[in-house]
């Protein structure tokens, strides 16, 4: 039986100063029609170089395709010049591409209508009519409602959610027989992220179009791939059906990367296990193990040995590995993903019975003005009446899509933004009004740790100067030894090499630079800790390495912690309480147990139920109830419930009267008219 496209010993080399960087090494795979393959690994395995190679778009010089066939539709495309006119036809004809960043991938001063319509008649010769009406029936398949007028809308004018949609829509507009969805959904919410990928199922069942997911979200590919491709340094290491992959994984690396991956099933207790050390240099690579070096089952075989080869399980049709163990008489290391416990348990003694942060009826309004005189003619309500309460020691979860205000009451939290009205009581204090001069002081009991790490550091400073700043910063009355032994201290703290103080952050790997991070953020010794979306740019692995480490600060610091991520698993992992926002408003408040046990608002039961597991059983028996619609602007806000416009349980009420934040059981706030829990059960959209 003839594959759609089937890669043959694929080699992709980039010239360096200081050698020859091999990205893809002998890389063999196939797809069929109507499947879902995905490709999983760390930042740098090469999953995104393979597919770009099949497409001849690797940047030559210093790229190049140094060997391999890639037999497409029965041709060899490889032979195709990579700017032929047959190479043209395949690209956006044949074989479709949806990127990560959208707003990146579409023209800013072209209509998305001019944009869809390009392509259509490039590869489909229709007349400009016809190819609009094309480009509309696009925009509606993929859900975007009034199409023809959003025709002529400019990329701006959308949502992340729409803009991903778009490029979908254009992907697919020239009926491919191939897509590939690089890491399309990473950027994007969790309900968002559910809508597209159930679209791209829909679309690949509909049109028996294959599919290639791109992505290092384990959970991702359990709910949607038939088989799984698993990379690392450039290498296929592990590949079968999603089941086999995820039951029996039979490569340390694969077992190291579902091991890493928090889920909502987890016992609470439960610690991620990192996988331990770095990426082998791929510049001038030796032949051997890439994985040795990190690898827990290493033996003096893999120590002599060349580089494994792809060889089938004995007995497990289909199903590859590539490692140079008696991977049937190991059969027994599987992944064991529970053995691992913090050993503080659920109860964390260090939490006290004492406010460390009051947020009462925050409001943050930010003015829009317009007209030749830039007169104001509304408010954008970015944070519109929100009290919670965060205790001493504890981690207080803040979870919610984009837009909902979460980054902006961490931001007036600290007194980043000026609130419109309401108090923030900090440590026994208002500062809602505080100067400069007064919050001076303040300021160094608290920290912020940012969400991409790279850009929150000055990238001409050295590692030890930018621990250092914060610290003469606030004239801390330290001398200089004792800022350099701070130094020295902080860096053994979070778990790097004293020795690392003079490089500059470029010279660290993605892992690292959240590290020298939290240790600009600790060397004040702060009490409070605001974590925006600290774990979300990075791989499972150091997502864990970085998950357990603020665990452990935790726990000897006594910190406490606002963690803002639309990660739930992670915040369920990570939270000792969790609230959710939308649309500038709390929800639902609860402790972690109560919030994600028995969910009692629609938005929150939605959230989790988008949320995929990395367990491919489990995922093929739920029932899924996947939120429509996008959130409303904040300029024209609902008249009732906020909710309302994407509710499933919404009335009339729910459309005119705003439902107040209150405690329905103990503890456990919840801002809803219905009692949805029991509307669920009734209607079996949950267990």
């Not at 590919?221 to 799984?228: I, K, T």
Request: net charge neutral; proline share 5%; glycine share 8%.
């Amino acid at each position: 039986m003839s594959h759609l496209i089937e890669v043959k010993n694929l080699r992709t080399e980039f010239k360096q100063d200081k050698g020859i960087l091999k990205a893809v090494n002998g890389v063999s795979y196939y797809l069929d029609e109507g499947e879902i393959v995905a490709f999983v690994g760390e930042s740098g395995s090469g999953k995104s170089v393979t597919q770009y190679s099949g497409l001849q778009l690797i940047p030559t010089p210093p790229g190049k395709i140094a060997g391999g066939e890639i037999i497409f539709d029965g041709h060899n495309i490889l032979e195709y010049g990579q700017n032929s006119d047959e190479m043209r036809k395949i690209r956006g004809g044949q074989i479709g591409v949806v990127f990560q960043e959208p707003m990146t991938s579409l023209n800013p001063v072209m209509t998305v209508g001019k944009q869809l319509m390009e392509g259509i008649q490039l590869h489909m010769g229709l007349n400009k009519k016809d190819a609009r009406n094309r480009a509309k029936e696009l925009l509606e398949m993929v859900g975007i409602p009034d199409a023809e007028s959003r025709l002529d809308a400019y990329p701006h004018q959308f949502s992340g959610g729409m803009r991903q949609r778009i490029m979908i829509a254009m992907a697919l507009s020239c009926n491919p027989k191939l897509l590939i969805a690089d890491e399309a959904t990473t950027a994007l919410d969790v309900t968002t992220q559910a809508q597209i990928l159930e679209l791209m199922k829909d679309i690949v069942k509909k049109s028996r179009t294959a599919l290639v997911i791109v992505t290092h979200n384990l959970s991702i590919v359990a709910r949607y791939a038939d088989r799984v491709y698993v990379m690392y340094a450039g290498e296929i290491v592990e590949s079968g059906k999603t089941t086999e992959i995820f039951n029996s994984p039979r490569h340390p690396y694969t077992i190291g990367l579902i091991k890493a991956v928090p889920s909502l099933t987890d016992p609470k207790d439960r610690k991620l296990v990192p996988i331990d050390g770095f990426v082998t240099n791929l510049v001038n690579r030796k032949d051997e193990c890439a994985f040795m070096n990190r690898c827990p089952y290493v033996t003096d075989a893999c120590r002599k040995g060349k580089t494994p080869k792809l060889h089938e399980i004995p007995g497990e049709k289909n199903h590859f590995a590539a490692c140079h163990r008696d991977i049937q008489k190991n059969a027994q290391v599987t992944v064991q993903r529970h053995n691992e416990i913090r050993d503080y348990g659920e109860e964390k003694p260090w939490i006290k019975n004492e406010k460390i942060l009051s947020i009462q009826n925050l409001k943050v309004y930010f003015p829009v003005t317009g007209g030749l005189l830039k007169k104001k003619i509304g408010d954008v309500k970015a944070v519109d009446d929100v009290s919670f309460d965060i205790f001493k020691g504890e981690t207080f979860g803040l979870v919610g899509e984009s837009g909902c205000g979460k980054s902006t009451v961490a931001r007036t939290v600290l007194r980043l933004n000026d609130a419109t009205g309401g108090k923030i009581i900090f440590d026994g204090q208002d500062i809602t009004k505080l100067n400069d001069v007064r919050m001076r002081p303040i300021r160094k009991n608290m920290a912020m740790i940012f969400q991409d790490p790279y850009g929150s550091l000055d990238p001409r400073q050295r590692a030890g100067d930018i621990v250092m700043e914060p610290m003469k910063n606030f004239d801390m009355g330290l001398s200089q030894k004792e800022m350099d032994d701070r130094v020295t201290e902080l860096f053994e703290l979070v778990g790097l090499d004293p020795a690392y103080r003079e490089r500059i952050p470029h010279e660290f790997s993605g892992g690292q630079r959240q590290r020298l991070v939290i240790a600009r953020a600790l060397s004040t010794n702060p009490a409070f800790i605001v974590c925006d979306e600290a774990i979300s740019a990075l791989d499972v692995s150091i997502q864990a390495q970085v998950i357990n480490l603020l665990e452990e600060l935790q726990h000897k610091l006594g910190l406490t912690y606002l963690f803002i991520a639309h990660d739930l698993s992670v915040v369920r992992h990570i939270s000792d309480h969790v609230a959710v926002m939308y649309l500038g408003q709390l929800v639902e408040i609860a402790d972690w147990k109560s919030l994600y046990d028995n969910p009692l608002h629609p938005y929150t039961q939605a959230l989790l139920d988008a949320v995929p597991v990395p367990d491919p059983e489990l995922e093929a028996s739920k029932q899924r109830q996947i939120i429509r619609g996008e959130v409303p602007s904040p300029m024209q806000r609902p008249a009732g419930c906020a909710f309302s416009t994407r509710c499933p349980y919404a009335t009339e009420q729910c459309r005119h009267e705003m439902p107040v934040l209150s405690e329905k059981e103990p503890g456990h706030r919840v801002a809803c008219w219905k009692n949805v829990k029991e509307l669920a059960e009734k209607n079996k959209l949950i267990g």
